[in-house]
């Protein structure tokens, strides 16, 4: 085989984090007796994906990015601005009770587990990803989690990609491969660390150009198909 280590992005190529974040929202949104509607949660969502790439991008801390999205969201609707910090608390404990998969995601990892040793590389806040882990059934496969707050730098960082390298004995770069959503963490991180790559792409984004994408795939059949 050519590829030994197969290194999974978790959110939004294996979990289902929309849903995930739906649920932890609303319920925080019901809690503080705020308008939860598909409407708001879908603003939340663009707010917070915005912070995320600036903190890929090393504009903002973690710790900053918690609160700061909140703080937006709290202003863009004109709620208290005093609720940004009790909200955000609350979300991300409710969020660490969030863990669903997409389907077939765990069927596809446990085949995959049988031929290749299998990793997860996340940008996700430790607390959180502990707690979704820890309930999830698809863990049982992996045989170590990276998160990016561990390590101290985010995908797609070489700091991160260096510290993966590292932290798995017998790495090399050449039997890797990097498999997840993100083109600006994932597939950014593994062609600048010289890591072969896989982009889930099931909602059929237009490809950059000029990109050195390994392989691209709508579906974990495709996946299966490549790694077989």
Not at 4 to 11: G, M, Q, S, T, V
Not at 48 to 59: F, P
Not at 70 to 97: Q, T, V
Request: aromatic content about 14%; hydrophobic content about 40%.
């Amino acid at each position: 085989m050519k590829y030994e280590f197969l290194l999974f992005d978790a959110d939004h190529t294996l979990f289902d984090f929309n849903k995930s974040e739906y649920f932890a929202l609303k319920s925080a949104l019901d809690f503080y007796s705020l308008p939860s509607s598909d409407e708001v949660i879908e603003k939340y969502s663009e707010i917070n994906v915005k912070y995320w790439k600036m903190l890929e991008r090393g504009e903002i801390d973690k710790t900053s990015l918690r609160l700061a999205r909140f703080e937006e969201f709290c202003d863009f609707y004109g709620f208290d601005r005093a609720l940004a910090g009790p909200l955000a608390d609350l979300y991300m404990e409710n969020l660490a009770r969030e863990a669903h998969l997409f389907d077939g995601a765990l069927e596809m990892v446990a085949e995959l587990s049988k031929k290749y040793r299998l990793f997860i590389i996340t940008n996700g806040v430790k607390s959180t990803q502990d707690g979704r882990f820890g309930i999830s059934p698809i863990t049982k496969y992996f045989e170590k989690i990276f998160i990016s707050e561990v390590i101290g730098a985010e995908k797609p960082s070489k700091v991160f990609f260096d510290a993966v390298e590292s932290g798995i004995d017998g790495y090399t770069r050449e039997k890797a491969i990097v498999i997840g959503d993100s083109l600006s963490s994932d597939i950014k991180g593994a062609i600048n660390a010289g890591i072969d790559c896989i982009w889930f792409n099931p909602i059929k984004k237009e490809a950059p150009e000029g990109w050195n994408i390994t392989y691209t795939v709508e579906s974990f059949e495709e996946i299966l198909d490549i790694l077989k």
